[in-house]
């Protein structure tokens, strides 16, 4: 804020919406009082916004293509032979439109939830791991992966041993190959 005195009255004047937003490139959008937890913050607020966009983008895309489906060979679902459908969020046809709605928002929530979970542990992780170790190299990538890919799978649905191992090594790989080529492009 700007204050100008001048005599006996006060002038202030806030920061514009537009001032605001372009401040969230340099120093984030909120100060929690330490590094560490601005950085786990802001990864999950940004990541968990893409991930709210993404699922909202492929449940309309599957709505949209909800009547098309090509092992009839474009014949609608309900006069083909089959008439079987599968849909990817069994519950997101509800007895009415708010049932869906509701089934939507719920859906879409969770996969938010996964998302800055994934960004926040990952973030928090590499960070912590980097000031501990003083150096921030592929190591604290795979270690902060599987970590992550662990995290991940518990999220989901009747996660087994093999799911969680599967998370940790596909994190792991992901990660330290994202941390290796980082020099290289």
């Known amino acids: 804020m700007l204050n100008t005195s001048s005599g006996s009255s006060s002038l202030e004047t806030k920061p514009s919406l537009m001032q605001e937003l372009r401040s969230f490139d340099k120093g984030g959008f909120s100060d929690l009082g330490h590094p560490l937890l601005n950085r786990i913050a802001e990864s999950f607020v940004k990541a968990a916004g893409i991930g709210a966009i993404q699922a909202v983008s492929r449940e309309a895309y599957f709505t949209a293509t909800e009547g098309f489906d090509s092992s009839n060979n474009g014949i609608p679902p309900e006069i083909s032979v089959s008439g079987n459908k599968k849909q990817r969020f069994p519950d997101l046809r509800g007895e009415n439109n708010r049932k869906s709605l ?13 998302w800055g979970l994934a960004a926040g542990v990952y973030s928090g992780l590499t960070y912590g791991l980097a000031e501990a ?4 190299d ?4 795979a270690v902060a992966g599987a970590i992550t890919g662990v995290a991940l799978a518990l999220t989901s649905e009747g996660s087994s041993h093999e799911q969680i191992v599967h998370g940790a090594i596909t994190g792991a790989a992901i990660s330290t190959a994202a941390n290796l080529l980082s020099g290289i492009f």
């Open 102 to 114: 509701e089934a939507m928002v719920k859906n879409t929530g969770k996969e938010s939830l996964q």
């Open 133 to 136: 170790r003083g150096a921030h």
């Open 138 to 141: 592929w190591k604290n990538s």
